[in-house]
Each structure stands twice: as structure tokens, then as C-alpha cells.
């Protein structure tokens, strides 16, 4: 893939950080789970939070290649710490750019310019996941607001977040027509932080539990028309998964790295185990599927950083799904060839498995965006 100068500048620049700030606190993560809070300050002074602030609202002006280009790099020393790096996209830059009033977007673009703002999006419910049409947490209107009760589940940085984009029904019934979404500060009387999720990978990017109960929020904090919120929604987790994958990316680019290193140290029957020919076809193996992951990944962003976004559903669910496979395809691989030593913690390659699992998993199972795909194959 060719990219442009000041986007290889920024790959070299975002390497840099990752090897110096964010590598020193994946042991700490991994064993304490703690938030690496000391990161919002890195990565909001270098524009790494923000990155999709446009210039006119005080922001770096970055595109989709860009953000993950600067995800990649990251994810090559922690997933959980990518999750970090643009933070803001899903959960308050793109929803504002594309449902906010520009009242909004004054208030609450500016704000996140300045590089200190965590966001949080409150989508999945323990009966709606996958399914979005089945949330049931309401939104009542009354006067100039609206009163907010319900429950939300694996909400990323809810405890952390500064603001919340929260989807909620304002129609009675199943089905997307009932669905708005609304952004909430998180220090509104009503909304409470439940339990901590202990998860089995992905340390230092808590998930948690959230209620809310009577929250009353005013009426402005409604991004778009009532009743459009699923199509916001399916069109923000359009534009952001490639990011997802880019994350992906980068663990399995490590994972490869990683492996090969380790095959020309580990000797066995006396020579190399990067000798003998079954690791040699697996690491083959390995660096094609990655090099074929960020070559989609990349013509895909770069389409799409166009204005051509004519098949921007189709490349979003192809990238998501395909570099998220290869990332947990590789990892299983990697912690192979380093056989007994793969299933230590004294090697990263086990925490690398651990990790590629989950984003399989968020904005859409890999098996959903299989069917988004063919629906989009079959015209449907």
C-alpha cells in the first residue's frame, strides 16, 4: 500500500509512542486490569484521541486510513491501549459530524479538540446484542426533556468516560423505527456504574455495567430525529469498524514478529526450530494472511477516504470480519510455535490469543457481518 508522507510521518511518530509510553504498561495492565489513565494525557497532546476533530473545530483533521494506521501501531503493543487511541470516533466525533446540530458540534467538538475527552457508547443490553431492534431501555419524553430507565451491559471506558452516546427506545414495540440516540453527560443525576466485567482478555480497557434510573436529561441532548437512531447507529459502526480491524492488525503483525524471533532462538535436535521446514510453513503461512489483511484493510479505508462510500457496508463488514479472523488465526499460530513457552505469560504471544478473541466479537460477531456481507452480495 502507498500512503502519503505526512501519513508515514504519523505511522513513525505513533510507533515511537507505543514503544516508549504504552509497551512499559502492558505488564502492570495485565496484572492489576487498572486504566492506564496516564495515557489520555499522551495520547490527547499528540492528537491520538481526537484524530477525527476536523481543523475547523480546533481538531488534527485526520481521516479513517489515518486513525488506523494509528491504531495499528498501537494494537502492535496493546489491544487494550488502541482502544484508547481514537476513542472518540464512535462515541462522540462521527456521531456528531453526521446527526449533531452545529450548536452541537460548537459545544461539543471544541471540547474534544482539546484532547483530555473520554466517550463511551451505550449500545448492547443483556437481551440486545447483535440484535440492536431488541434495546428496551427507554426514553420518555416530558416538556424539554427526557426521562431515561433502563440497563446497559459491556459499556468500554463507562466508568472512565466523560460522556456517554446512549441509544434508547422513544416507541413502544420491537423493531428500529423506536430507536433515538441521545448524547449524555456521565455525571448526570440517574445514571449509575454497575459491576465490572472480568473479562478474559483485553486487561487495562475496562467494561462495565450500566443502570439508569429516572435520568433526566434535556431534550438538546438528542443527536438527530427521533426514531433515527438505528440508522446512526449501523452507519457510525459503518465507518468505525475498519479501525476495529486496524487494531487487529497490528496484534497480529506482533504475533508474526514475535514468532519469527522466537524460531531463530529456540533450538531443538540440535539446530534452529526456524529450520526445520513445518515452522517455516506456518510462519509463511502467518505473514501472507497478514499482509493480504492490511492490503484490504488499507484499499478499503483509502475508498472510502474518497467520498466513495458507495460500498462502504460491504468493505466495513469484509475488513471487520476478515482482519479480525486473520489477527485470531495468527495468535492461535503464534503461541504454537513457541510450543510449552506459547502457553507461558513469560512470552506476550498467549495475551496476544486472549486478546484477538474479543474483536471477533464487538460491533457485530464476525457470524453477523458473514450475513451482512451475502445480503450485500445478493442485492437484499
Known amino acids: 500500500m502507498k500512503f502519503t508522507e505526512e501519513q508515514d510521518m504519523l505511522r513513525d511518530m505513533v510507533r515511537r509512542v507505543a514503544d516508549e509510553k504504552v509497551r512499559p504498561l502492558v505488564a502492570e495492565m495485565e496484572e492489576t486490569k487498572r486504566f492506564p489513565e496516564e495515557l489520555v494525557e499522551v495520547f490527547g497532546d499528540l492528537g491520538l484521541l481526537q484524530m477525527w476533530v476536523p481543523e475547523s473545530y480546533g481538531g488534527p483533521g485526520g481521516d479513517l486510513t489515518s486513525v488506523c494506521i494509528a491504531k495499528e501501531e498501537i494494537g502492535r503493543a496493546s489491544l487494550a491501549a488502541s482502544t484508547l487511541c481514537a476513542n472518540n470516533s464512535i462515541g462522540l466525533i462521527l456521531p ?159 504475533a508474526l514478529d514475535e514468532s519469527v524471533n522466537y524460531s531463530k532462538d529456540r533450538r531443538q535436535f540440535g539446530k534452529r526450530i526456524a529450520d526445520f521446514q513445518a515452522i517455516q510453513f506456518k510462519l509463511a503461512d502467518m505473514a501472507m494472511k497478514v499482509e493480504a489483511a492490511r492490503t484490504l484493510l488499507y484499499s478499503s479505508t483509502q475508498e472510502i477516504d474518497s467520498g466513495d462510500t458507495s460500498r462502504l457496508t460491504l468493505l466495513s463488514s469484509m475488513v471487520k470480519c476478515y482482519v479480525t479472523d486473520v489477527a485470531m488465526d495468527v495468535a492461535l499460530e503464534a503461541v504454537q510455535v513457541h510450543g510449552s513457552y506459547g502457553y507461558s505469560t513469560e512470552y506476550p504471544v498467549e495475551r496476544f490469543m486472549r486478546d484477538a478473541k474479543l474483536n471477533q466479537i464487538l460491533e457485530g460477531t464476525n457470524e453477523i457481518h458473514r450475513v451482512i456481507i451475502a445480503r450485500q452480495l445478493l442485492g437484499k
Open 96 to 254: 456528531l459530524l453526521h446527526f449533531g446540530t452545529e450548536a452541537q458540534k460548537q459545544r461539543y467538538l471544541t471540547e474534544a479538540a482539546r484532547g483530555r475527552t473520554i466517550s463511551a457508547v451505550a449500545i448492547t443490553e443483556p437481551e440486545a446484542g447483535s440484535d440492536v431492534s431488541a434495546i428496551r431501555t427507554t426514553a420518555r419524553r416530558d416538556g424539554d426533556s427526557y426521562v431515561i430507565n433502563g440497563q446497559k451491559s459491556w459499556i468500554t471506558w463507562a466508568a472512565q468516560a466523560n460522556y456517554m452516546l446512549l441509544f434508547a427506545r422513544t416507541a413502544e414495540g420491537r423493531g428500529h423505527e423506536g430507536i433515538s440516540v441521545f448524547l449524555v453527560d456521565t455525571k448526570t443525576p440517574g445514571l449509575k456504574i454497575g459491576r465490572k466485567e472480568v473479562k478474559m482478555g483485553r486487561h487495562g480497557s475496562p467494561t462495565y455495567q450500566v443502570f439508569f434510573e429516572n435520568m433526566r436529561i434535556d431534550a438538546d441532548c438528542l443527536l438527530g430525529e427521533e426514531g433515527s437512531g438505528f440508522k446512526a447507529c449501523m452507519k457510525i459502526l459503518d465507518l468505525n469498524r475498519p479501525s476495529v480491524a486496524a487494531s487487529s492488525l497490528g496484534l497480529a503483525q506482533a
